[in-house]
């Protein structure tokens, strides 16, 4: 049996959470969708750990894992703060979410093309769409000025695509 598909099974339902995390946002189930972004955390954290654990790292499994990721944690996030709050600012608040999606995508592809081991450049899209998700989590829980939302998103925003270096755990 060859099990070197498994890891991109890991990867796939990550994309999986991600598609359903903007479905359940389209039906106004927040706290669904922002759920969905954080299990998907937890497939993608697991997905590379599996494929060198079964010597099955690719490049193809690379560029799968981007894709995934880009819609789990830069789009997901991103259609859900807009229709939670964002929508609110009006044509500012549409910036401010297609800038975080953009964002996460150039961080992306920097990340495949640069070959950096020890450390990240910018903040991982995995992280800023997984802050994004508990910080909706937890407005559901306390009150978050709706303000906080696009300077977080702005933030999260530069901080994808500076060049900070970021301590790989």
Known sequence: MNIKFIPSLFTLSNLLLGITSLIFTMEDEYIISASMILLAMILDAMDGRVA???????????????????VSFGVAPAIL????ELKSFGPAGLIVCIAFALCGAI???????????????????????????????IGHRVFI????????????????????????Y
């Open 52 to 70: 060198r654990r079964l010597d099955a790292t690719s490049t193809f499994g690379k560029e799968l894992d981007s894709l995934a990721d880009l």
């Open 81 to 84: 703060v807009y229709a939670l």
């Open 107 to 137: 961080r992306l592809a920097r990340f495949n093309v640069l070959n950096v081991s020890d450390y990240f450049i910018g903040v991982p899209i995995t992280a800023a769409g997984s802050l994004v998700a508990l910080i909706v989590l």
């Open 145 to 168: 000025p709706p303000m906080v939302y696009p300077v977080l998103m702005v933030v999260l925003s530069y901080l994808m695509v500076s060049n900070i270096k970021v301590r790989k």
